[in-house]
């Protein structure tokens, strides 16, 4: 018995695409032969999953996609409270695959049978006992054994030996060979042959264009060249000074650091640790918190700052790419901001500075009741004008709003696009004082839902302003008194 690894994903891949694991088995052309695959939670005994595969009809390979099953075990991390930094357990899943495989269970004999005590004895190392029944079949069909073919009782069994109900008075060759099954088909099951330990999954689905070229390693930090876990451009994304940012990041699980840079050269930084094999560190203008440095971050003269990740004493070494955030201070009076999981499962978001509408929407359930009136002192009956015919219960309003951004860069343009097809949209109604651009009043964070269901992806070279417009509506319906 053995089996051949053909395939597996990397040991850190997205939820959201194909998780194929690929054996093949030297016992593949064995009756009622399927793969096991056993699927744990990593380093425990919890099995969150078995699947048993036929092989694959060519090949004989055994083939098992996991992403339906893993995306189920990865959400989404958020908490708009903190400005630190926090581990993201809910971003991702460690598991364990055991491979291993059944086969009807079949024994193959090959030396002479044996007279014991009057009965065919067949020498064969088997799993039998007494009383069990079992399929002979021999291997030039019953021709020269024809009492031996077929089906029948086990007299007596060892480890190396069983006995049939044969009379081997019967038998006119003892040298044909054959082999033997339970009748019941009983099958032969070894688990864990092949393993794969510490496979790691996150929430994340790649274009489909994009996943065959996924490398997990342009997430290792540790150079210049490594991304975070986020789609949001690394340059030409302007944000608004309420805006928030919520970025993912695999954890080195060392001395580590978030670094900040303005335009004025100003550098900043805080220190992440944690346990959790991915981090979640606000960034964003808002959200950025406490920093160690001389200095503000964001003042009247600061244009732009710039995020990366550093793990070492020099805090000016670059462990990942820089992201650079360009402050936008086209600030109205009040601004929406819409924060959505994109789609390597970090919170980015967009502000919406120009016209905005709200609507409300009113549902209402009508029915029409008897009116009940009264008796009059003339022996009348009559009603009360102001008594209902028409009740209505079940009365909420849904709120919605139509919004519309400034003029932004193609980079945003195309990272909007995530925005309209995030599942997880929050938004945030945000004022400023007059006179003060960098004092900021915001409330707090409300879930909603995108309506549009188309959207155009703009360029530059067919349209040199771009902006965008985006309706939601808020994910909770206030009830209304009756």
């Avoid at 690929?22 to 399927?34: C, E, L, M, Q, Y």
């Avoid at 024994?107 to 002479?112: A, I, K, L, R, W």
């Avoid at 599942?423 to 915001?442: H, W």
Wanted: proline letters at 3%; hydrophobic letters at 35%; glycine letters at 6%.
């Amino acid at each position: 018995m053995a089996q051949t690894l053909i395939a597996s994903p990397q040991s850190f891949s997205p939820a959201y695409n194909p998780i194929k694991f690929i054996v093949d088995s030297t016992n593949n052309n064995k009756d009622g032969f399927k793969y096991i695959f056993d699927v744990y939670e990593s380093g425990t005994a919890n099995k969150i999953a078995e699947y048993k595969v036929l092989p694959e009809y060519g090949t004989g390979y055994g083939v098992e996609d996991l992403s339906k099953l893993l995306q189920t075990q990865v959400s989404w991390d958020l908490d708009t409270t903190l400005t630190s930094f926090y581990g993201a357990p809910n971003s991702y899943y460690i598991y364990d695959v055991n491979v291993g495989e059944e086969y009807v269970a079949e024994f193959n004999y090959t030396s002479s049978l044996t007279n014991a005590s009057g009965n065919v004895q067949i020498n064969v190392a088997n799993t039998f006992a007494s009383g069990d029944q079992v399929v002979i079949t021999q291997d030039d069909g019953g021709v020269a054994n024809p009492q031996l073919e077929g089906l029948h009782t086990v007299i007596s069994a060892t480890g190396a030996n069983f006995v049939v109900n044969v009379l081997f008075s019967t038998i006119t060759d003892a040298t044909i060979n054959g082999s033997v099954k339970y009748a019941d088909n009983r099958k032969v099951i070894t688990r864990d042959i092949t393993l794969f330990v510490e496979y790691l999954t996150f929430n994340a689905a790649f274009r489909w264009i994009d996943w065959t070229v996924f490398d997990n390693t342009d997430y290792k930090l540790n150079n210049a060249s490594a991304l975070w876990l986020t789609n949001q451009p690394t340059t030409d994304f302007h944000c608004t000074l309420g805006q928030d940012l919520y970025l993912n990041l695999m954890n080195p699980k060392g001395t580590d650091k978030v670094v900040f840079e303005n335009s004025n050269g100003d550098v900043f930084h805080k220190a992440i640790s944690s346990f959790d094999d991915i981090v979640q560190v606000p960034v964003g203008p808002n959200n950025y918190g406490a920093l160690i440095g001389a200095g503000d971050l964001i003042d009247d003269s600061v244009t732009y700052y710039d995020v990366w990740f550093n793990n070492s004493a020099t805090v000016s070494i670059q462990d990942s790419v820089k992201y650079r955030i360009t402050l936008d201070r086209r600030t109205t009076s009040v601004e929406y901001s819409l924060l959505f999981l994109d789609r390597m499962g970090s919170y980015s978001s967009f502000a919406f500075q120009l016209k905005s509408y709200e609507r409300g929407d009113v549902t209402r359930e009508v029915y029409n009741q008897d009116v009940v009136g009264y008796v009059n002192g003339s022996d009348e009956w009559t009603y009360k004008t102001e008594e209902f015919g028409f009740r209505t219960i079940n009365t909420n309003v849904i709120k919605s709003f139509d919004l519309n951004t400034n003029w932004m860069t193609e980079n945003m343009a195309q990272y909007f696009e995530e925005l309209v097809t995030s599942p997880q949209v929050f938004i945030k109604e945000t004022s400023y004082t007059c006179g003060e651009p960098l004092t900021a009043s915001s409330s707090t964070y409300q879930p909603c839902i995108v309506n549009n269901n188309q959207y155009e992806v703009f360029k530059q070279r067919n349209k040199n302003l771009i902006k965008q417009s985006i309706s939601v509506r808020l994910a909770n319906q206030d009830n209304i008194n009756g």
